[in-house]
């Protein structure tokens, strides 16, 4: 069974920190990488997105991909209480049908 | 350019009872998923539509069944209701995974289901 696991939290940072979420993933085929942000009570929109190993930036995230330990994480930088939200990881496996598989998110609450 | 819309957006339904939910598809995209969301909980995969075609399925009982119309938008329908079956529905859009295996899913703001 195709699994993506996240440490459900809650993880606490304060207003100007680094926040860095972790993500693992069972499917080795698993192609490309997607890390949605997802408000109380509302639906999940995508932040960001990556398919290769190594960084990759979008003004103050960044997503990291290591394919070898099926591993993703998304950091970010200069946080804010706006960031608080559920950030969710999903896996997209190719062969067959293209569905992303969520983890079940990871609360992070940014404190001033 | 339309984005991914659900309706209706709240529902109060009784155990036993059918329900539909409907979901128009953002503009250009032909492929919609559908996903049940509990509290606390990731979004679990229910079935995807190309083409009007069912083109994946999770693990959900065959209760949950859907449809695609030519215009892209889409069904989902719930017989029998169960306690268990409240949660977020959240419909998503995308373009087809076969030409292009990046294309993320795109939300509609999702119905919440509460059965009592």
């Known amino acids: 069974q195709k699994e993506v696991e996240q440490n459900s939290g809650p993880l606490s940072v304060p207003e100007g920190a680094i926040a860095s979420l972790n993500c693992t993933y069972s499917?080795?085929?698993?192609?490309?990488f997607f890390w949605y942000r997802q408000y109380s009570g509302k639906s999940p929109e995508l932040i960001m997105s990556?398919?290769?190993?190594g960084d990759k930036e979008d003004g103050r995230f960044t997503a990291q991909l290591n394919k070898a330990s099926q591993y993703v994480s998304l950091l970010i930088r200069d946080s804010q209480p706006s960031d608080s939200a559920t950030y969710l990881c999903?896996?997209?496996?190719?062969?067959?049908?293209?569905?992303?598989?969520f983890g079940r998110g990871t609360s992070l609450i940014v404190h001033p | 350019e339309t984005g991914v819309t659900q309706s209706p957006t709240h529902l109060i339904k009784t155990r036993g009872q059918q329900v539909t939910l409907r979901c128009s598809s953002q503009?250009?995209?032909?492929?919609v998923s559908w996903y049940q969301q509990a509290l606390g909980q990731g979004p679990q995969f229910i079935f995807q539509?190309?083409?009007?075609?069912?083109?994946g399925r999770g693990n959900f009982p065959p209760r949950f069944s859907g449809l695609q119309f030519p215009n892209y938008s889409s069904e989902l329908n719930v017989n029998a209701l169960e306690l268990d079956d409240s949660a977020l529905y959240l419909c998503?859009?995308?373009?087809?995974?076969?030409?292009?295996?990046?294309?993320?899913?795109?939300f509609g703001n999702g119905t919440r289901l509460t059965v009592t």
């Open positions: 998503a859009s995308s373009l087809p995974g076969g030409s292009k295996v990046n294309s993320p899913l795109h």
């Open positions: 499917d080795r085929g698993s192609q490309s």
């Open positions: 990556i398919y290769s190993n």
């Open positions: 999903a896996a997209l496996t190719s062969g067959g049908s293209y569905i992303p598989t």
């Open positions: 503009s250009g995209h032909n492929t």
């Open positions: 539509y190309y083409r009007e075609e069912e083109n």
